[in-house]
């Protein structure tokens, strides 16, 4: 029997543009959140610089400076750490929405984003990704995915059967806040999983972010969720225990994944300038 896996949703703002302002602030927060027993910390999308369009001043190469402060915490502290980043992949020209997951003993994962947000532009500086990830985190299965993502339900229907949490990282703004916390709700009822959704509070780019970050259980019950404190949020650490065992309870107890009928729906085809790597 897999053990709970103990999740700190760290909801934080972002000194815009500023990845060594932004890392420094959060070092307390990774440190406290392992001191709480966090075994994952989740930070969120492109967690150190805030989703700028100043696509020179935020892409990264490969194992650039965010990704190697994630490494660097995740040892420190032995524990697992992801967040997103702008990160150029070789031979690509624009960098991929990527979410990088980093392990205590030098362990990487990435999940570039399938589904750029066309609405403001996205997709006009970022490659997609084409793949999905899960990760085996002390024998939890996480399933990554990136803020605009959570609406297109199919990618999380596709993962399910091998999934226990989803993991939401998001730069979501107040605006559509309602659209969030719904959808976080959703996805989790629909296929009978956690739903880690982590967002981003404050500033930036013009745009407010009211956080309003949440862990989701299998059968739609809210098991932590961070306070409403107005459109701009106000930071929070969220801990909540992911049992793959209470998954499995659900699912065996009300078997509505079974039901699923894969021919009755097209399966949707990716292409992309860049393949993730992991």
């Known amino acids: 029997m897999t053990p709970p896996l103990r999740v700190a949703a760290v909801q934080h703002d972002i000194v815009w543009e500023d990845r060594g302002a932004t890392c420094a602030r959060l070092v307390p927060s990774i440190a406290d959140a392992a001191g709480a027993g966090a075994r994952l910390v989740v930070l969120t999308e492109t967690f150190s610089t805030g989703f700028s369009p100043a696509m020179d001043v935020v892409t990264e190469d490969p194992d650039g400076p965010s990704v190697a402060f994630l490494a660097e915490q995740a040892v420190a502290h032995g524990v697992w750490i992801c967040g997103s980043v702008p990160e150029r992949a070789p031979g690509s020209d624009r960098p991929s929405n990527c979410l990088v997951v980093a392990g205590p003993a030098g362990e990487r994962h990435r999940y570039r984003k399938i589904h750029p947000f066309t609405f403001a532009g996205e997709h006009e500086r970022f490659d997609a990704g084409n793949e999905h990830v899960t990760v085996a985190v002390e024998g939890v299965r996480l399933s990554l995915f990136v803020c605009y993502d959570l609406r297109f339900a199919d990618e999380f229907w596709d993962l399910a059967p091998t999934t226990d949490a989803y993991v939401v990282v998001a730069n979501w703004p107040a605006g559509r806040r309602a659209h969030w916390q719904t959808?976080?709700?959703?996805?989790?009822?629909?296929?009978?999983?956690?739903?880690?959704?982590?967002?981003?509070?404050?500033s930036g780019?013009?745009?407010?972010?009211a956080g309003d970050s949440a862990v989701i259980g299998p059968f739609g019950e809210e098991i932590a969720v961070a306070p409403d404190t107005g459109a701009v949020g106000s930071e929070v650490t969220l801990l909540a225990d992911l049992d793959p065992t209470h998954v499995a309870e659900v699912r065996a107890r009300y078997p509505f994944l079974q039901d699923r009928r894969e021919a009755a729906r097209p399966r949707r085809r990716y292409t992309a300038r860049s393949r993730p790597s992991q």
């Open 183 to 202: 959808l976080l709700r959703a996805r989790a009822i629909e296929n009978q999983a956690y739903v880690v959704g982590v967002n981003r509070v404050g």
């Open 205 to 209: 780019g013009g745009l407010d972010y």
